[in-house]
């Protein structure tokens, strides 16, 4: 079973707009880490949080963390064409990584 | 650079054959890992490993082996490919000489089973 769930599933939005994804997990967690992955390509680490970290932020990357909640928001701002991508969350519990089913974002110049 | 290289990056198997995919990687990393990639899915965790010489199931182990005999290579084995097996299979690299670590993939090998 997946140990994520991204929503939404599908996300488009215009060139400058931010861009919203949000993941659910199961299990106590280490860390929350988001990947990003080109059609057809591996994934790409994009940004980790720790599990006593509830805020972190990289150049246009916001990722936040309520694991009262066992969620984890990503926020992508003045998205890019170039953004366009799927993107993944990763909890990983000891080493023991699952991810979710990605949002598959598309950004229109 | 090199990181993961992961050999082929297609193939097409009959079922019942036999086949083994390839990964190496040069970053020194302790954990190694195997993730199967169906559309519409997620990566859902095969086979994983902290060292050499130790092994561990993930999430959908049944069908595939592995093996960890040196730090940088950890094939993936289909004994009897079946139909089911048809995905594109990742396999990655992390350190865990740090707290925390990320992964780092490879470019992926798609496999179908007729």
């Known amino acids: 079973s997946q140990q994520g769930e991204e929503d939404p599933q599908a996300l488009s939005i215009q060139e400058g707009e931010n861009a919203t994804m949000n993941c659910s997990y199961k299990t106590s967690i280490n860390n929350l880490q988001w990947y990003r992955q080109n059609s057809g390509r591996g994934l790409v680490h994009l940004i980790l949080?720790?599990?006593?970290?509830r805020e972190k932020h990289s150049g246009r990357l916001r990722v936040t963390l309520d694991t009262s909640k066992k969620s984890s928001s990503l926020l992508i701002t003045a998205s890019r064409a170039a953004d366009t991508a799927s993107y993944f969350c990763a909890s990983d519990n000891n080493n023991d990584m699952r991810f979710g089913a990605g949002t598959r974002l598309t950004v229109k110049p | 650079n090199a990181g993961v290289t992961q050999t082929p990056k297609f193939q097409v198997l009959k079922t019942g054959q036999s086949m083994t995919l390839q990964c190496a990687q040069d970053m020194n990393h302790e954990y190694m890992s195997w993730y199967r990639q169906d559309p519409g899915m997620g990566l859902r965790l095969i086979h994983y490993?902290?060292?050499?010489?130790?092994?561990d199931q993930g999430e959908v182990p049944n069908g595939y082996n592995v093996s960890r005999s040196t730090t940088e290579d950890f094939p993936l084995r289909l004994l009897s490919a079946a139909p089911s097996q048809t995905s594109v299979y990742f396999c990655a690299s992390m350190g865990l000489a740090g707290a925390v670590g990320e992964l780092f993939f490879g470019e992926g090998s798609r496999l179908t089973v007729l």
């Open positions: 490993s902290v060292g050499a010489g130790i092994t």
């Open positions: 949080i720790r599990s006593n970290e």
